[in-house]
């Protein structure tokens, strides 16, 4: 299975999404998903697509997932391949939960 998400931000702290579609290895669609957010930045649109492919993948069962992204300084901080200077976001803290 494979994950692949994305999310985008138009101005700043203006229109803010994600989404993202969940497919098997050969490429064959099983779910999508999208979400308007509210006001954040790039990044954090990146995170919510995160969070939320992964949420995805638990509520359908599937345990091993092949997780694609654009960002890798987003898959640094949820691996703790990166340091994060300060109080880590929670939102990254969630994402570390669903990988743990």
Same mark, same amino acid.
């Given at each position: 299975m494979k994950l692949n998400f994305d999310g985008a931000c138009k101005g700043k702290r203006e229109? &803010? +999404?994600?989404?993202? =579609?969940?497919?098997?290895?050969? +490429?064959m669609w099983i779910k999508g998903f999208s979400c308007k957010?509210? *006001?954040?930045? *790039?990044? /954090?649109a990146e995170m919510w +697509?995160?969070?939320l492919g992964l949420d995805l993948t638990l509520s359908? +069962?599937?345990? /091993? &997932? =092949? &997780?694609?992204?654009?960002?890798? &300084?987003? =898959?640094?901080?949820?691996?703790?391949?990166?340091? =994060?200077n300060g109080t880590i976001p929670s939102l990254v803290r969630s994402i570390q939960e669903i990988l743990q």
């Open positions: 229109l &803010v +999404g994600c989404g993202g =579609i969940l497919r098997q290895s050969d +490429g957010s509210g *006001a954040c930045d *790039a990044l /954090h +697509g995160l969070y359908e +069962g599937l345990s /091993h &997932v =092949i &997780v694609e992204s654009d960002l890798k &300084v987003l =898959i640094d901080m949820d691996t703790n391949n990166c340091k =994060i």
